[in-house]
C-alpha cells in the first residue's frame, strides 16, 4: 500500500478525549440552544441528540432546521481558555513529522478552532491544510459526500491511498466504505468500521509500522 495523504481529524483526535475539553465544547452549544437561540432547557439534549444523529452535527441541525448565524455560533461554542485543557505535545509533533504523507486537518469545526487547538499544542508546522466545515460547504462527516469534497483539496484522487484518523467509528464508517484505511483514536480495541484502534497516536509505530515503510510521496 503506499500511503500519501493522512487525514486526522482534531478533537479527541489530536489529544486525550478525557481531558474536558470536547465537554465542555458541547456545554457551550447547550448554552447557545439555551440561550440567545431560546430552546426550553429540558427539551435541548433530545434536541441536540436527535441533530447528531440525523444531520452529523448540531449546528447542521440548526442551519437546516432554524435561522442561525453560523458565524457567531461557532465562535460562541468555541470561546474557552483551550490552555486549562491541552498543552504542547512535543511527543506527537515529532511523530507527525516523521511521517512521509501528506497530512491534513479534517474536522467538523471551524478553521479558527482548529488554529488554536493546533497553536497550544505546537503543531502548526505539521498539517498541509485545514479542511473544516466552511471548506466543506457546511457538510459534515459522516456524510459520505463530506469524504468526496475532503478529497478533493489534496492532490490525491483514489481513497485507496488515503488514511483517517477519527475518534469516532461513526466518521470511519463511510471512509472505510468509500475505501480510505481507517485509524480509530482513544481505544485498543477492533471495531468493525476501523482497520486500526489506537488507545493514542503515540502507539501508532507499534500499531501501523506499515506507515513509515514508504517513501516519501513526490512532490
Ligand atoms: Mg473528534
Redesign the pocket.
Known amino acids: 500500500m503506499n500511503w500519501s495523504v493522512l487525514f486526522f ?5 489530536l489529544y486525550s478525549n478525557s481531558n474536558g475539553l470536547w465537554e465542555a465544547i458541547r456545554g457551550r452549544m447547550t448554552d447557545y440552544l439555551r440561550d440567545p437561540l431560546g430552546f426550553p432547557p429540558d427539551e435541548i439534549q433530545e434536541i441536540r441528540r436527535s441533530y447528531f444523529e440525523t444531520y452529523g452535527t448540531t449546528l447542521r441541525g440548526l442551519q437546516i432546521n432554524h435561522s442561525v448565524d453560523t458565524e457567531e455560533y461557532l465562535a460562541y461554542v468555541h470561546d474557552l481558555p483551550l490552555e486549562e485543557y491541552i498543552s504542547p505535545d512535543v511527543q506527537l509533533h515529532d511523530l507527525l513529522v516523521s511521517l512521509p504523507q501528506r497530512k491534513w486537518i479534517f474536522t467538523n469545526a471551524d478553521s479558527n478552532h482548529a488554529m488554536r487547538v493546533l497553536g497550544i499544542l505546537g503543531l502548526e508546522d505539521c498539517f498541509d491544510g485545514i479542511i473544516d466545515v466552511r471548506a466543506l460547504g457546511f457538510l459534515c462527516k459522516p456524510e459520505p459526500q463530506a469524504y468526496q469534497r475532503a478529497l478533493a483539496f489534496t492532490d490525491e484522487t483514489d481513497p485507496a491511498n488515503c488514511v483517517l484518523f ?3 467509528l461513526r466518521n470511519l464508517k463511510p471512509a472505510q466504505a468509500a475505501g480510505f484505511t481507517t485509524v480509530l483514536v482513544g481505544t485498543n480495541e477492533t471495531q468493525p468500521g476501523a482497520d486500526y484502534s489506537v488507545k493514542k497516536l503515540d502507539d501508532l509505530p507499534q500499531v501501523f509500522p506499515q506507515l513509515w515503510w514508504i517513501n516519501s510521496h513526490p512532490g
Open positions: 481529524d482534531l478533537d479527541d483526535t477519527d475518534d469516532s
